[in-house]
T-cell receptor, first 112, second 114 residues
Framework: EDKVVQSPLSLVVHEGDTVTLNCSYE??????LLWYKQEKKAPTFLFML????IEKKSGRLSSILDKKELFSILNITATQTGDSAVYLC????????????FGSGTQLTVLP | NAGVTQTPKFQVLKTGQSMTLQCAQD?????MSWYRQDPGMGLRLIHY???????DQGEVPNGYNVSRSTTEDFPLRLLSAAPSQTSVYFC?????????????FGAGSRLTVL
């Protein structure tokens, strides 16, 4: 059974801090790993990672994948209160359908 | 662009009642799916469809039915609601291959079963 584990489960920081969120996985037929940000409602897409060692970057957010050690990290630098959200990691395995297995998420709270 | 539209946003049911959560997308996505989200458990796949007329079960299909008569619509039916089905439900869609496999989510439907 595919499995995705995120850590920490929750994190409280102050504005300006840098945070690192972790995602480890065990899946058969790995295809890609995705990060989503979820505020009050629908998850919104952040990154999709397919290859090891290639950093994806968008503003203050960046992510990297290690396919040998089966994990990914999501970094957020100079955090802002608007970064407060649940960050979800999901792994896509290849097969007859595009099934994503999600982790339980990391709740990030950024205090002013 | 409407994207993925779910209705209703909120619903309260009594145990044993039936209802349908509606999901429609206007992006011509082949793949559509339903997830439920419970505290501390992330998103779990209920049912999915890779195209009109084709559906299959996900991780937690019991108590739910789906159909896919058109590319645009993918309703989720609760046949006899139970308190264990209290959850937030998300419909999501994507293209069926390549980089466009990124799921686009609807805004969610919060269901409470008393």
């Amino acid at each position: 059974e595919d499995k995705v584990v995120q850590s920490p489960l929750s994190l409280v920081v102050h504005e300006g801090d840098t945070v690192t969120l972790n995602c480890s996985y065990e899946v058969t037929n790995f295809r890609s790993l995705l990060w989503y940000k979820q505020e009050k409602k629908a998850p919104t897409f952040l990154f999709m990672l397919t290859s090891s060692g290639i950093e994806k970057k968008s503003g203050r957010l960046s992510s990297i994948l290690d396919k040998k050690e089966l994990f990914s990290i999501l970094n957020i630098t100079a955090t802002q209160t608007g970064d407060s959200a649940v960050y979800l990691c999901a792994v896509l395995s290849s097969g007859s359908a595009r099934q994503l297995t999600f982790g339980s998420g990391t709740q990030l709270t950024v205090l002013p | 662009n409407a994207g993925v539209t779910q209705t209703p946003k909120f619903q309260v049911l009594k145990t044993g009642q039936s209802m349908t959560l509606q999901c429609a997308q206007d992006m011509n996505h082949e793949y559509m799916s339903w997830y439920r989200q419970d505290p501390g458990m992330g998103l779990r796949l209920i049912h999915y469809s890779v195209g009109a007329g084709i559906t299959d079960q996900g991780e937690v299909p019991n108590g739910y039915n789906v159909s896919r008569s058109t590319t645009e619509d993918f309703p989720l039916r609760l046949l006899s609601a139970a308190p264990s089905q209290t959850s937030v439900y998300f419909c999501a869609s994507s293209y069926s291959s390549g980089k466009s496999a990124v799921l686009t989510f609807g805004a969610g439907s919060r269901l409470t079963v008393l």
